[in-house]
């Protein structure tokens, strides 16, 4: 299978759901999705396609929105389909139901980002410590860290 | 009499416990190959021990994360009086490459009291047993 079939597979199942499709290397192809038509992408990639390991999930803050990264990968060749959803009602359809490994990174995402990911099947928090206060997402770029000041224990010589 | 044969036996036989609160795990395994027959700690009498409640001695690498932070008090907590702390590696001192981070809150001393600092990065194995001897000339004095 070489990139360029597997792109005229893509434009023939999907069909409009593909807003772009780019080849910027060998072996690795970006599928630009509305975050509606996911699941019916995941679907397609892991039952017609066989790209059955999903790598990992990329979060990224562009500001005004989150773009999602989804990582696939078969034998043969890479397929990232990427998806964005707006920063101010961040929710994001879970794919557990056709990968159950991906809940790892969907938790990470809703620790990290604070995606509400919508259907999870075990939505506690992952990544970050016990004690965490709520409403801080290490991952956004506006978030801001003030760092406790540090006590030299008996003083500074 | 009896305290002449605490200190003694305490002197004699440090018993150990290896315990990592976030390092990268190079420090673990500089303190893991201490404990070989290599450098043969246990003409020292040091005995690396599986649990706090048999130990004298935390041999703390890493910095203090803050989900440690409460384990590590408890850990501090289970060891039996007297108990000692040495921070091993530049991690357990200051917090090294990991100070600042959102999730560290420094170094070991940030949360439990350490009597000795051993600096490295990672440590020699060397340096881990000068830094129990160490400990050892000063409960002597």
């Known amino acids: 299978m070489n990139d360029q079939t597997l792109i005229d597979k893509a434009k023939a199942s999907l069909g409009d ?3 772009d499709i780019t080849n910027p290397a060998p072996r690795r192809i970006f599928i630009k999705l509305k975050v509606d038509d996911l699941l019916a992408a995941v679907n397609w990639l892991k039952n017609e396609m066989g790209f059955t390991h999903l790598a990992t999930i990329t979060g990224v803050d562009l500001g005004q929105a989150f773009e999602l990264i989804y990582h696939f990968a078969n034998s043969f060749t890479c397929v990232n389909l990427r998806t964005e959803i707006p920063r101010d009602n961040p929710l994001l359809p879970s794919i557990c139901q056709l990968i159950p490994g991906a809940v790892l990174y969907e938790r990470e995402l809703q620790d990290m980002f604070g995606i509400v990911v919508q259907n ?3 939505g506690r928090p992952l990544v970050l410590p016990d004690d965490w206060p709520a409403g ?3 991952l956004r770029k506006d978030w801001k860290y003030e760092r406790p000041p540090e006590v030299i224990p008996g003083g500074k010589r | 009499m009896l305290t002449k044969l605490t200190q003694w036996s305490r002197l004699k036989s440090p018993w150990i416990l290896h315990l990592n609160t976030g390092a990268c795990n190079a420090c673990d395994i500089e303190v893991v190959a201490a404990l070989t027959p290599r450098f043969d700690v246990e003409r020292f009498g040091i005995l690396l021990k599986a649990t706090p409640r048999h130990a004298d001695v935390i041999v703390c690498t890493g910095p203090a994360t803050r989900q440690m932070k409460d384990r590590l008090i ?14 091993v590696g530049a991690c357990a001192m200051s917090g ?11 170094g070991i001393d940030q949360v439990i009291p350490v009597d000795v600092y051993v600096p490295g990065c990672p440590v020699r194995p060397d340096a881990v047993i000068d830094g129990v001897v160490k400990l050892l000339n000063k409960l002597k004095g």
Request: aromatic residues 14%; positive net charge; hydrophobic residues 35%.
């Open chain 1, 136 to 138: 801080n997402y290490p």
């Open chain 1, 120 to 122: 999870i099947p075990d």
């Open chain 1, 17 to 19: 759901k593909v807003l």
């Open chain 2, 74 to 87: 408890r850990i501090y907590e289970q060891t039996p009086d007297p108990k000692f702390v040495i921070a």
């Open chain 2, 96 to 106: 090294c490459v990991y100070r600042g981070a959102y999730n560290v809150i420094g």
